[in-house]
């Protein structure tokens, strides 16, 4: 008998349709008991908070599938006429972290391994997740204890950072709407300000000469992350424009050094233990 | 009839003969063409600015040697008597510079293309040479040409830059000596030092590296970012100060920090 990957789409809030999952859940079988309880990830494509990224969805997935993860690609609220104003993507994305952790033995998974992989505006929801968790509105609006749907880790690639002097403009203006020009508005979604020793360690890597997101977003998240003594790792490849995903040819990736980073954050999150409990102290 | 490289020790300048380049040039032969002419790499050990780290010079040269780099190691000026070192590391790091472009042929080097790298203390070396290349006492006092002393591009392997981050007062208490001045501070903070004249650079360093903060390296990138100037830079999870290839020969082993030395010959080789 064959045992194949199942793949289905999950609804995540009774009232927010265009937010969903869709899952990717490695068949079981007798000769591969690593299917039975695998470790999970998050991801979450890019698309300014305006629109989403495929090459930043499957491809991501099934490299992260063929790793030996169960992978979710979160599908959230975004475009003309959408409601995307903070904090409801921070809302949404808390949703599909702990719909993976309610259905653990459904979808295979083990839940003190969730790690959230985002890209772009993706990575500044994945680091949200990471830095913001805490949250008591959204603990009481999901009915969630307090760490729930806190990452085990981030994967950040290229991403959305920071509301200020760096920031890039589409991404911010799109999650704050009429807020956009509001500094404390801005303060309250630049995450570098709010990394403390409770972030989710974090792998994140950028290209240089990215020429929409700067890279400074990634070396502010990094300083703030080493000054918290929360663990990283971060590389910055020299060469690549923005929005490389998986960094291989077949997603449109001429510099061959960049698709390094995928087998780097697999060896990574080998490395990450879970806090001991599911609230971190 | 073998072709070896030969290694040569070369006093740099007359008043100091303790400050000395040992060069690594890989042996020329007609069924050899590539080693005619390589490019070059200068190498600044790191030791505190106390003395020159064995780990960090010839097991250095012989990886860019077997990468297809002719590679010079400097034996830089140490251990002031309270007085202060500086300049006389960027002197004798510029000497380096004009002594390998003056002997080009002879080296089998193409002038052109003389990268350096540093460790620690001369992670700092590196990274003045990369912003404070261009300096007029210097020219007079060498006899060079502006530019000549500017390198290709540096490598930066767990560097000390800047003095306003704790984490590692003690090279900078011998650099400068008695002098407490502000100004001499952050003449010598080369994160306050990049300009559009700025080498372009390759930063490596660990987080968990417990001599020297990875902020020193966080803050020069940040700068060259902000200016414009290109670079790559890894930051690996784990390990401690000093670790060099990170391999056996130097009796280190820590996750992934060997990449750095394949991925800066790769960064090199694209100039």
Redesign the interface.
Known sequence: MITDTKSFQIPLLADRPLAYLIAYVAGKSAEMPHNEKRKAMLIIPGGAYWMQSDAEADPVAHTFLAAGYNTFILRYSVGRGVDSRWPWPLVEASAAVKYIRDHADELCIDPDYVFVSGFSAGGHLAAALGTLWDNDEIEQMLGMEKGYNRPTGTILSYPVISGLTYAHRGSINNILRADRDDEEARRSVSLELHVTEKTAPAFLWATRTDEAVPVQNTLLYAKALADAGVPFEMHIYPRGPHALSIGKAYVGCPYPEVAAWTADAIRWMESIRPNATKNPV | MFTHHTTKVIPLLSDKPHVTLTAYVAGTDRTLPFNERRRAILILPGGGYAGCAPIESEPIAHHFLAAGFNAFVLEYTTAATGDPLWPSPLVDASAAMKYIRDHADELHVDPAYVFAIGFSAGGHLASALATLWDNDEIEALLGMEKGYNRPTGVILSYPVTSLAIHGHTRSFAKILGSDKRKESQDAVSTELQVSEKTAPA?IWHT?TDDGV???HS??F??AL??HGI?????????GPHGISLNNDIVGRSY??AD?WAH?CV??MK?F
């Open positions: 390759f987080r903060s990875v902020r966080l803050v990138a940040r970012a902000d290109p670079f790559e830079m890894h930051i690996y999870p784990e996750p992934a990449a991925d790769r960064w694209s």
